[in-house]
């Protein structure tokens, strides 16, 4: 009876560490929504913020981390998407590829600020593109690079091989045969894997905190080269900075939409996979 | 296909390798971008070597770097910071972490585990800027108003606010990760344990977590390198005072909210702006160590099921 009594006590206690967790999420997503759904309206989402952020909108900082989110998916999904081709279906094996499973698990590990180290060091002073949006995009790209090439060879090796077999005895080259067998059936998995990675990227604000995010601008940027407002920055600033003592409902405002953007693309992410696994089962 | 212009096969040879070469060639930007993380950190900290005594950067036990008489950098207070919150963070996290990787994967009703994992992934996709505003705006005063004044921490925002926060971005790390390894345990280990007698906790306790521990071991590696590089969360939440401090409830001030914080406000190519990089070079071994070590456990956690 005693080892039975142990084991519900334990199980208890399991229980208990799963509920703290829900209650985490609960508490802070019910905080920041329940405070910050009185500043939302239309003006807040598509007017200049005016006197020192406690009238008018965000709209500027939505559309800065819509412009990174964009920019950062060009440059951070080929590049991904071509590398974890490249590990799964080519040179497995070789020196080459260990070494690049090795580079990516440890970029995986770099800090959010030393990213911004490099961001500053390299593309802002060393090759002078200044405080910039697109030195701000690179550094964010570099951050996700190794989540887009982990998701996409997760979702490439999960494509049986018998498919690939398959299609290579009908004479096929081997691209062609990633490009119509192996991507189609792999593509929800990266997919699911990019949605992830750009919600990741709109929410990173140290790495734009050292390349070229602004508090305040009047214009929205004008081109790449151009500083830029956005969502994560404006929070942390206003919420840091005494100057706004007033800001309070622009602080709630900016987290409610930030939060919002980036919990519904990852359910967006979450409803693709368990959709297609679902689809595909092997 | 049929009416498109039917490749030769020389031509598709061709074709194909071109692919190659041109994959081989993309390929190689992940493994420059990790030589360049080191690169540049190393490049801006070499002029710190000889501006700065290395001796004070290491041992020193005070970080005045804007002292306009004689500035000093040294790095004490900013890694026990550091240590405090990793440390903090790391021993609410990993039995929260585990306990609730065990709930999920041995005793959750079905229905629970289809809501409570998607839960868990939104919980890591929070951003940590949203972390550390509801640790500033609400949990600090929580902790503040909650005690009688006796009881009160040292500061209104201190270091364990900080590590509350992070343990709550490394505890999606712990589940997701240790899930896996969980889960990769052979179902016979488990019905060979259950078949002599052994209780469901028993199972979990002496066969399941033994034959986990290397995926498990990575997986507190991962986020406890999380907590180390973290940077919105404590420099919100911990108050941003370097001194050096033991006490878990009084402000300190983390390496990652010192470059954060003081490299906006420093000019370019002085003594503190290379001090500030070869934080951060402080920083990567740190994590790269730890990173190093996780890699490992992984690999044998593999080795052992395939």
Redesign the interface.
Known sequence: MR??T??RL??L??????L???L??LI??G??VLLGIGTISWEFLTQFPKRNFTDGGIFPAIVGTLYLMTLVMLIAV??GV??A???SE??GKSR?AN??R?????????????????G???LV??FGWGFSLIASAVTLA?LV??LV?TASREAIQAVPSSLREASLALGT????TIRHHVLPYSLPGILTGVI?SL??A?????PI??TGVVLTKSILPQDIWDTFMAM??Q??AL??QTVFEKTQDF?YGT?LV??VM??L???VA?IIRNKYREKYKW | MAHKRRMTAKRRRFYDSSIFVILSIVSVFAILVLVAVAAFLLINSIPAFTQVNQWGFFTGTVWDPTNPIEPLYGMVPLLVSTLIVTFVSALIAIPIGLGATIYLAEIAHPKIRKVMKPAVEVLAGIPSVVLGFFALTVFAKFMWEAFAPAWRPSDYLNLFNGAVFLAIMMVPIMVSLSEDAVNSVPRSLKEASMALGMTRWETVWKVIIPAARPGIVAAVMLSIGRAVGETMVVVMATGSSPQLTFDPFSSGQPITSTIAIEMGEVAANTPHYYVLFELGLVLFAITFALNYVADWAMRRHTERYQ
């Open positions: 080892r039975r142990k084991e334990f199980f206690l399991f229980r208990g560490c799963a703290v967790v829900a985490a999420l802070i997503v905080n920041i080929p590049i071509f590398t081709v490249y590990i080519y040179q080459f070494w690049l090795v580079a990516v698990n440890n970029l995986a590990g770099v800090p959010s600020i030393v990213y911004g180290l490099l500053l060091g390299m002073l060393f570099f690079l190794p090439i080259t081997k691209w062609q992830l919600s990741r709109a929410g990173e604000t140290a905190l050292l994560p920055f929070l942390y919420a840091t602080q987290a930030l939060l980036v919990v693309m990852n359910l979450i």
